[in-house]
T-cell receptor
Framework: DAKTTQPNSMESNEEEPVHLPCNHS???????IHWYRQLPSQGPEYVIH???SNVNNRMASLAIAEDRKSSTLILHRATLRDAAVYYC?????????????FGKGTKLSVKP | DSGVTQTPKHLITATGQRVTLRCSPR?????VYWYQQSLDQGLQFLIQ???????AKGNILERFSAQQFPDLHSELNLSSLELGDSALYFC??????????????FGPGTRLTVL
């Protein structure tokens, strides 16, 4: 059990920012927060990960709450290609043994 | 292109049969992970190998087995196939033995259909 909670679906307009939330209220101090996404008919792909500080890369930004009980993946300008299922994962949580245990994720739809 | 290759792309077989799925990790990656994705179960972690040794087990059935060879490629063997084994099977690789610091690179998947 990944112990993360995400909305089932979200909608966005093209070229607008998207904020995808994730709750992980039972996170421990050493649990990294990872985000992956799966585009239609493809394997999952890594998006970003962080521990305590906010993180940025070419794909997205990750904002982590000060108490680490929640995080938000930010896509700064959504494109049609960003339509995917986004997964928030804690690889070290519980019995995960450092592996990725995927939940149901958030299905992001992007409207032109 | 993630650098992870999987063969075959598609596989159609009958119940009771046995199949082998193959995965080649990215160059230099020592870990291989196998996942099953079906419509009703979502993406499920099956098993991980690190440098030839089994490292972690997930929801892998006893009818399924895997191994990682000295050249680091891996094979997933599925036997006594049932209709419910129809799914997409992904493999992924990482440089090290754990995914809390490493990103996993996923292959394109093998679609298995059991008739």
């Amino acid at each position: 059990d990944a112990k993360t909670t995400q909305p089932n679906s979200m909608e966005s307009n093209e070229e607008e920012p998207v904020h995808l939330p994730c709750n992980h209220s039972t996170i421990s101090g050493t649990d990294y927060i990872h985000w992956y996404r799966q585009l239609p008919s493809q394997g999952p792909e890594y998006v970003i990960h962080g521990l305590t500080s906010n993180v940025n890369n070419r794909m997205a930004s990750l904002a982590i709450a000060e108490d680490r009980k929640s995080s938000t993946l930010i896509l700064h300008r959504a494109t049609l290609r960003d339509a995917a299922v986004y997964y928030c994962i804690l690889p070290n949580y519980g019995g995960s043994q450092g592996n990725l245990i995927f939940g149901k994720g958030t299905k992001l739809s992007v409207k032109p | 292109d993630s650098g992870v290759t999987q063969t075959p792309k598609h596989l159609i077989t009958a119940t009771g049969q046995r199949v082998t799925l193959r995965c080649s990790p990215r160059s230099g990656d020592l870990s291989v992970y196998w996942y099953q994705q079906s419509l009703d179960q979502g993406l499920q972690f099956l098993i991980q190998y690190y440098n030839g040794e089994e490292r972690a087990k997930g929801n892998i059935l006893e009818r399924f087995s895997a191994q990682q060879f000295p050249d680091l490629h891996s094979e997933l063997n599925l036997s006594s196939l049932e209709l419910g084994d129809s799914a997409l099977y992904f493999c992924a690789s990482t440089r090290g033995g754990t995914s809390d610091l490493d990103e996993q690179f996923f292959g394109p998947g093998t679609r298995l259909t059991v008739l």
